[in-house]
T-cell receptor, first 112, second 114 residues
Framework: EDQVTQSPEALRLQEGESSSLNCSYTVSGLRGLFWYRQDPGKGPEFLFTLYSAGEEKEKERLKATLTKKESFLHITAPKPEDSATYLCAVGHGSSNTGKLIFGQGTTLQVKP | DTGVSQDPRHKITKRGQNVTFRCDPI?????LYWYRQTLGQGPEFLTY????????KSRLLSDRFSAERPKGSFSTLEIQRTEQGDSAMYLC????????????FGPGTRLTVL
């Protein structure tokens, strides 16, 4: 059964303190690994898609990487406005519909 | 705003009542998804439309839930005889038919069943 597990569940950082969020997955035939940001009371906002091991993508202070079993979201010198829940999802391997299987998310708090 | 829109943003209802939510996808997107999200969890897939055809439904979607997408444009999700366990955020997402698997989400409808 396809499964996505994120760790840690919650992370507190001081402004400028770099760290990484982990997303471990098991899926039969990966059809994309997706990262989203979600602010309280809002829908998820798309950040990155990764398709193959070794692929990396960057956006401002965020960098996403992918291996055959996990993905990391690296946050460099975070600012308070980076505080949010970060969701990881995989494209369902055996489905042609493109539905996503999500992890439970990592809630990041960046203190000034 | 050319993003995905959902209406209403909040709905409070009493147990046993019926509710209906609407989703307007990005205009050129022919694929539409509904998800449900409870507090502290990631979204869970409910159902999928390609144009007006409903092609997949989750086992989470009981007989009390029905979704439509007439004419392949907006979609509605109806919950009949609501239960307290239906309280959640209902999210709609859309994506284009070709080139890219990214889904773009709306702001969600927060349902509270008293």
């Amino acid at each position: 059964e396809d499964q996505v597990t994120q760790s840690p569940e919650a992370l507190r950082l001081q402004e400028g303190e770099s760290s990484s969020l982990n997303c471990s997955y098991t899926v039969s035939g990966l059809r994309g690994l997706f990262w989203y940001r979600q602010d309280p009371g809002k829908g998820p906002e798309f950040l990155f898609t990764l398709y193959s091991a070794g692929e990396e993508k960057e956006k401002e202070r965020l960098k996403a990487t992918l291996t055959k079993k996990e993905s990391f979201l690296h946050i460099t010198a975070p600012k308070p406005e980076d505080s949010a829940t970060y969701l990881c999802a995989v494209g369902h391997g055996s489905s042609n519909t493109g539905k996503l299987i999500f992890g439970q998310g990592t809630t990041l708090q960046v203190k000034p | 705003d050319t993003g995905v829109s959902q209406d209403p943003r909040h709905k409070i209802t009493k147990r046993g009542q019926n509710v209906t939510f609407r989703c307007d996808p990005i205009s050129e997107h022919n694929r539409l998804y509904w998800y449900r999200q409870t507090l502290g969890q990631g979204p869970e897939f409910l159902t999928y439309f390609q144009n007006e055809a409903q092609l997949e439904k989750s086992r989470l979607l009981s007989d009390r839930f029905s979704a439509e997408r007439p004419k392949g444009s907006f979609s509605t999700l109806e919950i009949q005889r609501t239960e307290q366990g239906d309280s959640a955020m209902y999210l709609c997402a859309s994506r284009p038919g070709q080139a890219g698997n990214e889904q773009f989400f709306g702001p969600g409808t927060r349902l509270t069943v008293l």
